[in-house]
């Protein structure tokens, strides 16, 4: 009689740890399911961790061309899965070079609909992914190239026989993510109108630059960028930035430059010898999409200027305008307006390991009183302009929730 209860008793372990593995055999393919439907989304580095009472997705926008649209897809791929995830909260942790930048939650138990927040509370998420025991995410953008065309367009009225100057160029850009948070860039001007300087009629380099992230206590981003930028600058830059609550952030910036003008035969150059800087706060205004900034910064004239900007924006556009004090006796006062047309197709597939595509944003800025260097400042990046730039792309996210 012993003997059979102890076959018995023998018997029930072996099904009780066959179901155990069939389990965390189903959980695994249920986690890779997740995660390749992610990837095919257009996410990469991807990591979907279960933990008791919650779901929490790591992923990145490599495809949409502006993270409003990510943010839809992302949801609206967790829609589709959620009998795939083992409870009903779901948190997506959205990044940028692996750098965590907004936390958006909802519970999916209401089959009518779901109702998404956002916040910037991501401590408890990071101390997952630190904790992750095994490779940090899937389907890694690091060594991958992006290969996008980034078209420009400028005209100024500064001449009596002429009534507008124009310049028009075609500028392809590689881009490769490399470790966390930080990213090369190369670019080369392709000149197809200019009526601009004899230096900007050549092809030549544009952008060269690598650039470092980094997430620092109390939620303070920032990024250091050195190399070659536009408007003839050169050298190191410093962007800062913090959020305050939803609606509000603070940003600095300082940057230390030296005129430079990279040709393929020559480099014009000359030492360092220009400090500028800026320090500003922006506020969102979610009822009509819109966003207000004001700044005080030292400009490449080595003058000191305040600016006040205001920004709406569209699902696939922004436009804005700005009013800026000059240091100039006769024209006290200047301003303008600036917009960005997100260029089609809105999504971009990676063939293996380039990717080929427009610029994500075609901008355009009007200047009325279009001064070299008094009120301006240089750009560190192609995909930088007045209405998405590192001191708003994280508020931008939010703009289109429900």
């Known amino acids: 009689m012993e003997s059979k209860l102890s076959g018995v008793k023998q018997l029930c372990r072996v099904f009780t740890l ?32 279960s933990k008791p009472g919650k779901e929490i997705l790591f992923l990145e926008n490599k495809s949409y061309s502006n993270q409003q649209r990510a943010v839809e897809a ?101 881009e490769v993510s490399l470790w966390r948070g930080a990213k090369a860039t190369a670019q080369i001007i392709f000149p197809v109108v200019n009526d601009y300087s ?10 060269l630059t690598i650039s470092q992230q980094f997430r620092l206590p109390y939620n303070i981003y920032s990024m250091v960028t050195l190399g070659n930028f536009n408007m003839f600058r050169a050298g190191a830059d410093l962007k800062l930035y913090k959020s305050i609550g939803k609606r509000l952030g603070v940003f600095g910036q300082v940057s230390y430059t030296a005129y430079s003008v990279p040709m393929f035969d020559d480099w014009l150059y000359s030492g360092f010898n220009t400090l500028t800087w800026k320090l500003g706060a922006n506020y969102v205004y979610k009822p009509l999409k819109m966003i207000f900034s004001a700044s005080v910064g030292k400009y490449l004239g080595n003058d000191i ?8 924006y569209f699902k696939n556009s922004a436009v804005g305008f700005y009013v800026q004090t000059m240091d100039i006796p006769d024209y006290p006062i200047n301003g303008g307006f600036f917009f960005a047309i997100s260029l089609p197709p809105y999504k971009h597939n990676r063939n293996k390991f380039v990717r080929v595509s427009a610029g994500d944003y075609f901008p355009l800025e009007y200047i009325a009183r279009p001064y070299t260097y008094h009120g301006r400042y240089f750009t560190t990046s192609p995909d930088e302009n007045s209405s998405y730039n590192f001191f708003n792309r994280i508020h931008l996210s939010q703009l289109f929730e429900n």
């Open 18 to 49: 066959a179901f155990v593995l069939l389990q965390i055999s189903l959980f695994a393919t249920a986690q890779s399911k997740i995660e390749n439907a992610l990837n095919n989304a257009g996410f990469e580095n991807v990591r979907h961790i």
């Open 74 to 174: 992302a949801r609206e791929e967790v829609s589709l899965l959620k009998n795939e995830f083992l409870t009903d909260n779901v948190e997506i942790v959205l990044m940028d070079e692996k750098i965590p930048l907004l936390r958006t939650y909802a519970s999916l138990k209401s089959p009518d609909e779901t109702i998404w927040k956002s916040d910037f509370m991501l401590e408890e998420a990071m101390g997952e992914i630190r904790s992750y025991d095994g490779t940090k995410f899937e389907y890694e953008s690091a060594g991958k190239l992006d290969l996008k065309l980034y078209p420009t367009f400028r005209f100024k009225n500064s001449r009596l026989d002429v009534m507008y100057l124009l310049q028009f160029n075609i500028n392809p850009t590689l």
């Open 198 to 207: 004899v230096e900007e009629g050549k092809i030549r380099p544009g952008f």
């Open 305 to 312: 200027s305040v600016r006040g900007e205001v920004t709406r």
